[in-house]
């Protein structure tokens, strides 16, 4: 199976050698969960797009420093072809940027969280019809870098996670689409590296300094893997 990779954003300069880029960060978790795929990657962000919806067999949507808001010719190219993956009924993920351009693709709304940034570790917990995950458990955790977040959901959305700090961190569309504003690719390392790089400029430091404790407490683990296993699932049809 070849899995179409919409690169949106890349790791930082002063991270990439040490993490690799976000495409890259997909193709290692899904590798560490075992679950191996072909590749291509298409960086939207140089209107590098395929040529058609059938060119791969699913699609990822990564995340970005870029806002929705911003409304590049890029992103209403990306939103076009997001909303011809779903109509052609291909699967798609979208993590973070990603999660929010296609909420923005359907009609709903995304926007600068009154309640700030997220960063560090985030639980969520499963709500609504989670069938389609087999054996979803009660909630999962994983890292967030986020000061945007969907306000609005789409009328053909349905949600199946959610937090006190985002109501919507988990959309699904059907059967073709599953979206997740954190990040399952972050590993501990990476998402500790990111926080302590953009503390005090991007993110203030009251804000970094409590999501880098979440991600230093003994005992810090996330549930990337079991999130790869879903985000699998749903690429392959496996899911039930």
């Not at 990779?5 to 002063?14: F, V, Y």
């Not at 919806?53 to 929705?68: L, P």
């Not at 890292?143 to 959901?153: D, E, L, P």
């Not at 990476?190 to 003994?218: F, H, M, S």
Request: aromatic share 12%.
């Amino acid at each position: 199976m070849k899995i179409g990779i919409l690169a949106t954003g890349i790791t930082p300069d002063e991270l990439i050698n040490q993490y690799g880029s976000y495409a890259d960060m997909f193709v290692q978790l899904f590798d560490k969960a075992q679950h191996q795929f072909e590749y291509e990657l298409f960086d939207v962000r140089d209107g590098v797009f395929p040529q058609s919806v059938a060119q791969c067999d699913g699609w990822i949507i990564t995340g970005s420093k870029f806002n929705v808001d911003e409304n590049r010719d890029w992103m209403i190219k990306l939103k076009q072809l997001i909303v011809d993956v779903d109509a052609a009924g291909c699967p798609m993920v979208g993590i973070c940027f990603g999660h929010q351009i296609i909420a923005e693709a359907f009609g709903g709304k995304v926007e600068a969280f009154e309640g700030g940034w997220g960063v560090g570790l985030h639980r969520y917990e499963m709500v609504g019809d989670s069938s389609f995950i087999a054996d979803a458990p009660e909630s999962f955790t994983i890292s967030a870098m986020h000061r945007y977040q969907v306000t609005v959901k789409p009328d053909n959305a349905s949600v199946f996670a959610e937090s006190d700090f985002c109501e919507y961190a988990g959309l699904v569309y059907g059967s073709n689409i599953l979206t997740f504003q954190a990040h399952p690719e972050f590993n501990l390392q990476y998402e500790d590296a990111l926080v302590d790089l953009r503390k005090g400029t991007a993110i203030p430091d009251e804000t970094a300094d409590a999501g880098l404790a979440t991600l230093r407490q003994a005992g810090a683990a996330t549930d990337s893997i079991e999130v790869a296993h879903w985000m699998a699932d749903f690429l392959t049809r496996k899911a039930v």
